[in-house]
């Protein structure tokens, strides 16, 4: 439950990057440093979870580095979005 959680708070993440960067690199930026703030004591916490629930070292980092790509999806998803939302306005110009 953990992991997917852990997933899914990462595809958001990444989604409100994506977005953000969209909409401007300084916004982008912003909203990047403080989720970074946000994520490291969030992902340390969420490793010493499955350190104690009986997953080794190595088993675990793995699975957080999995759980991360959530964000590299969600980035991609609002990226694309944003991008199709955007050519759908121009073409009504």
């Known amino acids: 439950m953990n992991l997917f959680a852990n997933f899914i708070d990462n595809l958001t ?9 969209a909409v401007s690199p300084l ?8 989720i970074i703030i946000h994520e490291i004591p969030h992902e340390m916490g969420d490793f010493a979870i499955l350190l104690k ?17 959530g964000g ?19 073409d009504f110009n």
């Open 72 to 90: 590299i999806l969600g980035a991609s998803i609002a990226l694309f979005y944003s991008n199709s939302v955007h050519s759908m306005f121009l």
């Open 53 to 69: 629930s009986g997953f080794d070292r190595w088993p675990a980092m793995k699975a957080q580095i999995l759980t991360g790509f």
């Open 27 to 34: 916004v982008g930026m912003t909203t990047l440093l403080g």
């Open 13 to 21: 993440h990444g989604a409100a990057i994506g977005g953000s960067f």
